[in-house]
Nanobody, 116 residues
Framework: QVQLVESGGGLVQPGGSLRLSCVAS????????LGWYRQAPGKQRELVAS???????TYADSVKGRFTISRDNAKITVYLQMNSLKPEDTAVYYC??????????WGQGIQVTVSS
């Protein structure tokens, strides 16, 4: 059974930092491309950052220079380090794992709120 479990969200002040983690089970993790998405109220889900099986990364323009995605295959975990957080980063963040042309697998989501 495939499971992706996110952790590390919460409430943070503008300018602060959070690190999200997503632990996977039930998949051959090292072969999967991984991504972090987010969805704010009333908006569509958007890709924030992605990392391929060979660790190539991409970022949304809105988070470049502030967020860093990384993976640890030994710990079957993908991370999203978020620095210099802004109120507009407030959203539910989702972990995604995708292999080849198969449908991606989703975590349950975790709330990140940036507010003073």
């Amino acid at each position: 059974q495939v499971q992706l479990v996110e952790s590390g969200g919460g409430l943070v002040q503008p300018g602060g930092s959070l690190r999200l983690s997503c632990v996977a089970s039930g998949i051959a993790f090292k072969f999967y491309n991984l991504g972090w998405y987010r969805q704010a109220p009333g908006k569509q889900r958007e890709l924030v950052a992605s990392i391929t099986s060979d660790s190539r990364t991409t970022y949304a323009d809105s988070v470049k220079g502030r967020f860093t995605i990384s993976r640890d295959n030994a710990k079957i975990t993908v991370y999203l380090q978020m620095n210099s957080l802004k109120p507009e980063d407030t959203a539910v963040y989702y972990c995604n794992a995708k292999y080849s042309s198969e449908a991606g697998r989703w975590g349950q989501g975790i709330q990140v709120t940036v507010s003073s």
